[in-house]
């Protein structure tokens, strides 16, 4: 019976939650955080490819096999220098004279330099340049860069095919992780924001994995290499080479620490953007008709301006590191050019070895300069990879654990035993509500917005996990039940009719995938989609975007309550499904609704009163608090809060009957046809008399 008095039902009149101040900074609400740290970033980050280890080994073992290939071959092209230098300075000399008496001769002319060149040189006298013996070297030394060439190209080859892997079964874990995050995650958090860490980051990340990891094996091996081959050549000059090593380091230190936290900002910043541009595109018919097109766009320059002095930033200062290494690059050549000279000069080394250890100086400072270009694309990859690092260290739902299952199909008999809920531990929302809803009952919920109605439900479906009580389907804690198992005896037709890009029949085969034709047919004629669905082109082949645009709201409802219907769930939710249709819809719609709630517990939340008169059951919150509960006639009768709420949406009850009447009857009498205007808008005024709240 009616009841206006305190119940043992109480309910917070704040149905909104309030993210926190960490929470808002995690969904992109205020200025970036400092950066984890970068190491545990960067083990965490390769460690991804420990599982293709052997894939690893031979990229490793062709980088290794390419690099002491490019190592040794200027020690071998210097041999081609010395083969030339002493066909030069043998040309010039007497044919069949002896070396030593020349070099002798030499020095007591006072020409000790000459003497000194000539006795590190393999000078023949008489005799030229011996170009077959250069023709080998030039010949070796070329398909030593062939080959190293060849490794290079099939360890690039296996590395992009071992990455795509990488970052193939790190969309499935983000894709499996977001399966699991509990609907507070994404409440508090724009959908752009997480896409753009599900996409740009992860391809961000992708993009350093494939170039950045060969290129420091490489670039590592390298500098060892070299640094080997400059100590044998001359000891003297590696250490002077050496010099740029420090110096390499506090820069790449200094500028690759204020990049890093740069291009955090960058990608946070993107989340931004995208998320912004996800809105303004998603609610474009709203902006239009409150005319809000300069507001979103200059939202739009405000983000966008952020992010463009946040890469300008990140690529200003990162940009810095390559010109400073070159600098030191140069320098450091400078110094050996000029050493080398010298030592050539007085005979200490040959001219070939000079050769080699210049091109080796400068070798030796090429991948120092790429290892800090590569720190920074390392510091970009780091900054995304630790944006996907977070989503999948997100706190997930609380694992189920299962205990029991239920048949195919239950009764529904639903009980509220004592529930209580917050959203904040300090915030009650919900407190001790207790109801029982019967097997094949309609259960209505009505009241003021924020009043709680949504998050009851929701608690139904364990989107939010409640703190106290137990909720009961057909005498199991829903606890005890996995979320799947729960799901799927529950369907759920929503305010907003979301159809997913496809066929028509496509939309409504979703409430159960092994549906037949002839099966989705059924339930769209038991839901009035058939009446419309024959008036088009294609029929049920008809193909609609993901907002489906090709059709009305009121159509878009209908397909969605088809949907639910051919799921045929033990229990029911309706959340406001006729709030965004016309009155003429409306009773379509309600008509659909009907059969759908046939046999089945059915929770039914509505703002429209008209739609909740043959519910068995009829709960009224209000200011936090379920004030009454009994059925329509009950209600009204006590003339209590309901009664007030009827009164101020109708006047004129019986006028309205006939129009809803008449609608049927014209539907009925011409299935495949459009609604005639006998019902137009001054009649629904004069009639119906309902007002929009």
Same mark, same amino acid.
């Given at each position: 019976?009616?009841?206006?008095?305190?119940?043992?039902?109480?309910?917070?009149?704040?149905?909104?939650?309030?993210?926190?101040?960490?929470?808002?900074?995690?969904?992109?609400?205020?200025?970036?955080?400092?950066?984890? &740290?970068?190491?545990?970033?960067?083990?965490?980050?390769?460690?991804?490819?420990?599982?293709?280890?052997?894939?690893?080994?031979?990229?490793?073992?062709?980088?290794?096999?390419?690099?002491?290939?490019?190592?040794?071959?200027?020690?071998?092209?210097?041999?081609?220098?010395? %083969?030339?230098?002493?066909?030069?300075?043998?040309?010039?000399?007497? /044919?069949?004279?002896?070396?030593?008496?020349?070099?002798?001769?030499? +020095?007591?002319?006072? +020409?000790?330099?000459?003497?000194?060149?000539?006795?590190?040189?393999?000078?023949?006298?008489?005799?030229?340049?011996?170009?077959?013996?250069?023709?080998?070297?030039?010949?070796?030394?070329?398909? #030593?860069?062939?080959?190293?060439?060849?490794?290079?190209?099939?360890?690039?080859?296996?590395?992009?095919?071992?990455?795509?892997?990488?970052?193939?079964?790190?969309?499935?874990?983000?894709?499996?992780?977001?399966?699991?995050?509990?609907?507070?995650?994404?409440?508090?958090?724009?959908?752009?924001?997480?896409?753009?860490?599900?996409?740009?980051?992860?391809?961000?990340?992708?993009?350093?994995?494939?170039?950045?990891?060969?290129?420091?094996?490489?670039?590592?091996?390298?500098?060892?290499?070299?640094?080997?081959?400059?100590?044998? %050549?001359?000891?003297?000059?590696?250490? !002077?080479?050496?010099?740029?090593?420090?110096?390499?380091?506090?820069?790449?230190?200094?500028?690759?620490?204020?990049?890093?936290?740069?291009?955090?900002?960058?990608?946070?910043?993107?989340?931004?953007?995208?998320?912004?541009?996800?809105?303004?595109?998603?609610?474009?018919?709203?902006?239009?008709?409150?005319?809000?097109?300069?507001?979103?766009?200059?939202?739009?320059?405000?983000?966008?301006?952020?992010?463009?002095?946040?890469?300008?930033?990140?690529?200003?200062?990162?940009? #810095?590191?390559?010109?400073? #290494?070159?600098?030191?690059?140069?320098?450091?050549?400078? !110094?050996?050019?000029?050493?080398?000279?010298?030592?050539?000069?007085?005979?200490?080394?040959?001219?070939?070895?000079?050769?080699?250890?210049?091109?080796?100086?400068?070798?030796?400072?090429?991948?120092?300069?790429?290892?800090?270009?590569?720190?920074?694309?390392?510091?970009?990859?780091?900054?995304?990879?630790? +944006?996907?690092?977070? !989503?999948?260290?997100?706190?997930?739902?609380?694992?189920?654990?299962?205990?029991?299952?239920?048949?195919?199909?239950?009764?529904?008999?639903?009980?509220?035993?004592?529930?209580?809920?917050?959203?904040?531990?300090?915030?009650?929302?919900?407190?001790?509500?207790?109801?029982?809803?019967?097997?094949? &009952?309609?259960?209505?919920?009505?009241?003021?917005?924020?009043?709680?109605?949504?998050?009851?439900?929701? $608690?139904?479906?364990?989107?939010?996990?409640?703190?106290?009580? /137990?909720?009961?389907?057909?005498?199991?804690?829903?606890?005890?039940?996995?979320?799947?198992?729960?799901?799927?005896?529950?369907?759920?037709?929503?305010?907003?009719?979301?159809?997913?890009?496809?066929?028509?029949?496509?939309?409504?085969?979703?409430?159960? $995938?092994?549906?037949?034709?002839?099966?989705?047919?059924?339930?769209?004629?038991?839901?009035?989609?058939?009446?419309?669905?024959?008036?088009?082109?294609?029929?049920?082949?008809? %193909?609609?975007?993901?907002?489906?645009?090709?059709?009305?709201?009121?159509?878009?409802?209908?397909?969605?309550?088809?949907?639910?219907? !051919?799921?045929?769930?033990?229990?029911?939710?309706?959340?406001?499904?006729?709030?965004? %249709?016309?009155?003429?819809?409306?009773?379509?719609?309600?008509?659909?609704?009907?059969?759908?709630?046939?046999?089945?517990?059915?929770?039914?939340?509505?703002?429209?009163?008209?739609?909740?008169?043959?519910? &068995?059951?009829?709960?009224?919150?209000?200011?936090?608090?379920?004030?009454?509960?009994?059925?329509?006639?009950?209600?009204?009768?006590?003339?209590?809060?309901?009664?007030?709420?009827? #009164?101020?949406?109708?006047?004129?009850?019986?006028?309205?009957?006939?129009?809803?009447?008449?609608?049927?009857?014209?539907?009925?009498?011409?299935?495949?046809?459009? $609604?005639?205007?006998?019902?137009?808008?001054?009649?629904?005024?004069?009639?119906?008399?309902?007002? +929009?709240?």
């Amino acid at each position: 019976m009616a009841d206006d008095t305190s119940t043992e039902t109480v309910v917070s009149a704040d149905d909104e939650y309030i993210p926190s101040g960490e929470e808002l900074e995690m969904s992109g609400g205020t200025p970036p955080r400092k950066a984890k &740290h970068f190491w545990p970033s960067v083990k965490r980050l390769f460690g991804l490819m420990t599982s293709e280890k052997l894939g690893l080994i031979n990229v490793v073992a062709l980088v290794v096999g390419s690099v002491v290939l490019t190592v040794i071959a200027p020690k071998v092209l210097g041999k081609a220098m010395d %083969v030339v230098y002493s066909g030069v300075i043998g040309a010039q000399l007497p /044919t069949g004279a002896d070396i030593d008496d020349i070099i002798a001769g030499a +020095r007591a002319q006072g +020409r000790d330099d000459f003497a000194d060149m000539l006795a590190t040189a393999e000078v023949v006298p008489g005799q030229g340049i011996d170009f077959t013996a250069l023709g080998q070297i030039i010949i070796a030394v070329l398909l #030593m860069y062939l080959v190293a060439s060849m490794l290079m190209w099939a360890q690039g080859y296996i590395l992009n095919a071992l990455v795509m892997r990488v970052v193939y079964r790190l969309r499935e874990d983000i894709e499996r992780k977001i399966n699991r995050l509990p609907l507070r995650y994404f409440d508090t958090r724009q959908r752009g924001d997480v896409m753009s860490r599900v996409t740009n980051d992860v391809d961000n990340i992708q993009q350093a994995l494939q170039q950045a990891f060969s290129q420091l094996i490489q670039s590592a091996l390298t500098i060892i290499g070299i640094g080997v081959m400059m100590f044998i %050549v001359s000891w003297q000059l590696a250490l !002077l080479a050496l010099i740029a090593l420090p110096l390499s380091g506090l820069i790449a230190g200094v500028i690759g620490t204020r990049s890093q936290k740069l291009f955090k900002a960058q990608w946070k910043h993107t989340g931004d953007v995208n998320g912004h541009v996800e809105e303004s595109f998603s609610g474009l018919d709203i902006v239009r008709a409150f005319g809000r097109d300069e507001v979103m766009l200059d939202e739009f320059d405000r983000r966008n301006e952020s992010l463009y002095r946040a890469s300008a930033g990140a690529q200003f200062v990162s940009g #810095m590191i390559m010109p400073s #290494m070159q600098f030191v690059s140069y320098l450091s050549y400078v !110094l050996i050019a000029v050493a080398g000279g010298l030592k050539v000069a007085t005979g200490q080394m040959t001219l070939g070895d000079a050769t080699a250890f210049i091109q080796y100086s400068r070798e030796f400072s090429q991948p120092i300069s790429e290892m800090a270009g590569v720190a920074n694309m390392l510091q970009s990859g780091v900054a995304s990879a630790e +944006r996907t690092f977070e !989503l999948l260290d997100a706190e997930e739902e609380d694992p189920d654990e299962v205990s029991r299952t239920l048949p195919p199909r239950t009764p529904g008999k639903v009980e509220f035993s004592a529930v209580s809920f917050r959203y904040a531990p300090e915030t009650p929302l919900i407190e001790e509500v207790s109801f029982t809803a019967e097997p094949g &009952h309609t259960v209505a919920i009505v009241g003021p917005t924020g009043a709680g109605k949504t998050t009851l439900v929701n $608690l139904v479906m364990r989107f939010y996990e409640i703190t106290g009580g /137990t909720i009961l389907l057909d005498g199991n804690d829903t606890r005890d039940l996995s979320r799947a198992d729960l799901r799927s005896h529950v369907g759920m037709v929503l305010q907003d009719a979301w159809l997913f890009e496809g066929t028509i029949a496509d939309n409504i085969r979703y409430g159960r $995938l092994d549906a037949s034709d002839e099966e989705v047919v059924e339930a769209a004629k038991a839901t009035m989609v058939d009446r419309f669905v024959r008036q088009l082109p294609d029929g049920y082949d008809t %193909v609609i975007d993901s907002d489906g645009g090709s059709v009305s709201a009121g159509e878009r409802q209908l397909i969605t309550i088809a949907r639910a219907f !051919l799921a045929d769930p033990s229990l029911l939710i309706l959340d406001e499904a006729t709030s965004s %249709v016309d009155t003429r819809t409306e009773v379509l719609v309600q008509q659909a609704m009907a059969a759908l709630r046939t046999d089945r517990t059915s929770f039914v939340i509505a703002h429209r009163l008209s739609t909740i008169r043959d519910a &068995h059951t009829i709960l009224v919150m209000e200011d936090g608090a379920i004030v009454e509960h009994g059925d329509h006639d009950e209600l009204l009768a006590a003339g209590g809060a309901y009664h007030r709420l009827y #009164m101020s949406q109708f006047r004129g009850e019986d006028a309205e009957e006939q129009f809803t009447t008449e609608v049927l009857a014209e539907a009925e009498a011409e299935p495949g046809a459009p $609604l005639s205007e006998a019902a137009d808008a001054d009649s629904l005024d004069a009639g119906s008399g309902e007002e +929009r709240a």
